[in-house]
């Protein structure tokens, strides 16, 4: 994170912390989130009265900026949940929650369900389809963990947590945490998430089989012979994506329950996709990820209240 960024009034004030989040999530009106209605609520003023209240003077009840968000409930100060937006979204391979917790000065527990409440406002549930016509679509699996309940077995990753990863060449990626990665999986990731008119690449494997005939070319690359490049079909996107990805779970996180894997590779499918190359910085990042936090709260029971 540059030092500009760090020197920014509302990452250390309160009430200036509040009224950037509000300039974000309100730049189009102020809506009650309790009736709905927009720019029909007065700040609430007096010694007593708590930073950022309005009261809505159609339903006549009082709302802040976090109602309905991921703050909501918290009793975390708003401008420590900045702190800790920028941190997760600034850190290319994540940020451990010992450390997190160390440098806002909270509990463990707090920053291990603060940042799970911020990779919930990382996901961005994107729909539109990857790569177009004459456009790269680089496809990989990997395995990570350990699955709870399987006897570790030979060959297959089949104790382990399988994921399958989409790279627009030069774009975005899509990850998904999978059952068991074969090729009805694979295909049906690569229809619901690629453009048929895409051209394909991946290994040799034959998870990709079924793929054919949902792309215009499924050209592949041979690793087993030592073939990892020929002309421009390649999968080393993918593979540059998953080395930052298991890197980070591996040396970062250590250790991550299969629950709560699909909130991780939001986490890396969001710095990946808001990357320097792309032209997105980490203040810029953060911003985006803020843009995220609306309708979006979590509980510490639906998250699992188990730290990981």
Known sequence: MSKSALSRPYLHDEKAAYAFVESQLWADGRPCPH?????????????STRIGVYKCRACRKPFTVKVGTIF???????HVWLQAIFLLSSSKKGISSNQLGRSLGITLKSAWFLSHRIR???????????G????????????????????????????KNAVVSLVERGGKVRSFH????????????VMGHVAPASRLHTDESRLYA????????????????????????TTNSVEGFFSIFKRGMKGIYQHCQE????????EYDFRYNNRIALGVGDEARAAIALKGVVGKRLTYKTVGGVHA
Not at 72 to 78: P, Y
Not at 120 to 130: E, I, K, N, Q, T
Not at 135 to 159: F, S
Not at 218 to 223: A, I, R
């Open 35 to 47: 009736c709905g209605v927009l720019d029909e609520s007065t700040a609430l003023k007096g010694k």
């Open 72 to 78: 909501e409930a918290s009793h975390i100060k708003l």
């Open 120 to 130: 919930a406002a990382m996901a961005d549930g994107g729909l539109a389809a990857l």
């Open 132 to 159: 177009g016509e004459g456009q790269i679509v680089e496809a990989d699996e990997t395995y990570i963990g350990r699955r709870k309940g399987r006897a570790v077995k030979r060959g297959g990753g089949y104790h």
């Open 178 to 189: 999978v059952d068991r990665a074969d090729k009805s999986a694979v295909a049906q990731i």
């Open 210 to 233: 079924g793929a054919n005939a949902h792309v215009a070319t499924h050209e592949t690359v041979n690793h087993g012979n030592l073939e990892y490049a020929r002309g421009d079909v």
């Open 259 to 266: 629950k709560h894997l699909h909130r991780y590779l939001s």
